[in-house]
């Protein structure tokens, strides 16, 4: 069973459309962190939520922390190509970093 | 402006060989790890390291030796290559891990591995 659980796994959608993607667990985490990985490369973060119902926007991204600080979501308006990659989201746990198992958005032309 | 700097890219082992994997860091960054990433199943934690001298596993050890001699290198050991390992390989470090701090993981580009 997997700490974190990211839906849906897979995303195809057309330019202009807009997504949510979601990070769901059991636990109650301090924090937690969005990152995006585009093909041939590692993983860059994108944003870190802190606080129980927070919400922070990046350009066209708006992250969510839940109320309860088990989940949340990523929210993008007006999807571009550019925005094709995997999205993971990660918590700490103990002093490591766990991964969800990502979403994969491709945003067609 | 290097980074984290993971060699080789690419890698092709028959089973049983062993190599070492690279990763160096140019940012004085006392946290480094390394993650394997596989199709649906995300990065898992092979080893980590919070600071030099300091080891520990993670997740998914079995098979795989590091070393922490400076606070810049942390290479990744495969010692008897199996099928099993194929996979994308990833170094990352940051400041420091822990509720407390969030730091962010800086990755590297990852080494791509396939053994036959």
């Known amino acids: 069973t997997q700490l974190l659980e990211q839906s849906p796994q897979f995303l195809s959608i057309q330019e202009g459309e807009n997504l949510t993607v979601y990070c769901n667990s059991s636990?109650?985490?301090?924090?937690l962190q969005w990152y995006r990985q585009e093909p041939g490369e590692g993983p860059v973060l994108l944003v870190t939520?802190?606080?129980?119902?927070e919400v922070k926007k990046l350009k066209r991204l708006t992250f969510q922390f839940g109320d309860a600080r088990k989940d949340s979501s990523l929210h993008i308006t007006a999807a571009q190509p550019g925005d094709t990659g995997l999205y993971l989201c990660?918590?700490?746990?103990?002093?490591?970093?766990?991964f969800g198992a990502g979403t994969i958005l491709r945003v067609k032309s | 402006n290097a980074g984290v700097t993971q060699t080789p890219k690419f890698q092709v082992l028959k089973t049983g060989q062993s190599m070492t994997l690279q990763c160096a860091q140019d940012?004085?960054?006392?946290?480094m790890s390394w993650y394997r990433q596989d199709p649906g199943m995300g990065l898992r934690l092979i080893h980590y390291?919070?600071?030099?001298?300091?080891?520990d596993q993670g997740e998914v050890p079995n098979g795989y030796n590091v070393s922490r001699s400076t606070t810049e290198d942390f290479p990744l050991r495969l010692l008897s290559a199996a099928p099993s390992q194929t996979s994308v390989y990833f170094c990352?470090?940051?400041?420091?891990?822990?509720?407390?701090?969030?730091?962010?993981?800086?990755f590297g580009n990852g080494t791509r591995l396939t053994v036959t």
């Open positions: 990352a470090s940051s400041y420091s891990r822990g509720t407390e701090y969030n730091s962010p993981l800086h």
């Open positions: 636990s109650v985490f301090s924090s």
């Open positions: 939520v802190v606080t129980g119902g």
């Open positions: 990660a918590v700490e746990y103990g002093n490591k970093l766990v």
């Open positions: 940012m004085n960054h006392e946290y």
């Open positions: 390291s919070v600071g030099a001298g300091i080891t």
